[in-house]
């Protein structure tokens, strides 16, 4: 199977394959504040993630590009989404791209489309400091993610093995740029010593990918003949992931993801410690079922309930979210009093 034919053996499996029915943000209930004291129409959702001025806490996540004009078309409208409301986009992984140049326009639409906004580009760890510039000239980012996915590459027939130059090449490549990288999980979330040591390189910036969202496991999985289903539900999921590095790492810059079904789940990401959220599979689903139209709605929607949140606790900047008090429960509370003391 061709690197292009994955991408979109990728997106039907991650469109088709079944969420888990407990959501760990369901572990979190902040605690209600019932004198209001703003005015909803004044609320600025505005926000900075260390360099980056961002106009939403939400973002569009990695997602796609690569498998030729369906996954153009999906980076096309989710560019002009994201446009449209103001928001941040990453695109998926550019390997494919600087491997075979043909695929190229699938990213290069991004910015095409969307000529002002702020765009993150996206390599894999395998990557060299020179493909990483060469992703991030493709789309004139703002940022770079490298995401790191073991588990998905032991479980896909024809991912990597060899992981044991990892850490120098991340290092090399956030050596080499002069914009900020983020390290990004894909579905298995960071602990704190992941955190740890990519902090000791010097990194800054997080994105914990955790457990909740897509399930690279159960899509790679899907691939297979004889699949590695014992793996399913290995992670640590995406709440835990944020307290384990933002408790003990709180100078970093910390992004939600993975599970993030609407704005109150994003919140609840900010409240726990994380600067800002992504979302990728709902919004494609979306794109896939409804259309671009009901993307912008959605996006629109969801910074409504970041508003109504900011309402209910009293608060009137996003970074002052983090401040904010909570009650565990479940999995989230038995780990925290494990984990976080």
């Known amino acids: ?18 969420r ?27 926000t900075k993630v260390g360099e980056l001025s961002l106009s939403s806490p939400l973002f569009v996540n990695a997602m796609t590009g690569g498998g030729g004009e369906k996954t153009k078309q999906i980076n096309r409208d989710l560019a002009l989404a994201a446009r449209e409301t103001g928001i941040g986009m990453a695109v998926g ?24 906004g702020i765009l993150f580009a996206n390599v894999g760890s395998e990557a060299t400091p020179d493909q990483a510039k060469e992703a991030v000239k493709m789309l004139d980012a703002d940022a770079l993610q490298i995401h790191i996915n073991t588990l998905q590459e032991l479980i896909m027939p024809e991912g990597d093995r060899d992981f044991t130059s990892r850490l120098k090449r991340i290092d090399d490549i956030h ?12 579905g298995y979330g960071m602990s704190r010593e992941t955190v740890q040591t990519l902090n000791e390189i010097g990194i800054q910036y997080i994105d914990v990918g955790g457990l909740g969202g897509t399930n690279f496991s159960k899509v790679e999985n899907l691939r297979r003949d004889k699949p590695f289903a014992s793996f399913n539900n290995w992670g640590i999921p995406t709440p835990i992931s944020v307290l384990e590095a933002s408790h003990h790492f709180p100078e970093l810059h910390i992004i939600g993801s993975g599970g993030v079904r ?6 609840k990401a900010l409240v726990l410690g994380a600067d800002a959220f992504g979302m990728a599979g709902n919004l494609l689903r979306v794109l896939i079922n409804a259309g671009r139209e009901e993307v912008i709605a959605e996006i629109e929607h ?12 009293n608060v009137e ?7 904010q008090p909570y009650v565990l429960h479940g999995l989230t509370k038995d780990w925290t009093e494990q984990r976080l003391r």
Do not use: C, W
């Not at 992984?93 to 002002?116: F, L």
């Not at 969801?302 to 606790?313: C, G, P, S, V, Y």
């Open 302 to 313: 969801i910074h409504k309930e970041i508003r109504m949140a900011m309402m209910l606790m």
């Open 175 to 186: 050596k080499a740029l002069d914009i900020p990288v983020i390290i990004k999980e894909v």
């Open 1 to 18: 199977m061709s690197r292009s034919e994955r991408k979109i053996d990728h997106i039907r499996h991650a469109l088709g394959h079944e």
């Open 262 to 267: 609407h704005g109150l789940d994003g919140v």
């Open 93 to 116: 992984s550019q390997m494919s791209a600087i491997k075979n140049p043909e695929e190229r326009m699938t990213y290069e639409v991004v910015r095409e489309m969307n000529p002002d």
């Open 20 to 46: 888990e029915h407990h959501n760990h943000f369901d572990d979190v209930t902040i605690v209600h504040q019932s004198l209001a004291r703003q005015d909803f129409d004044k609320l600025n959702i505005n």
């Open 317 to 323: 900047e996003v970074n002052e979210f983090k401040a």
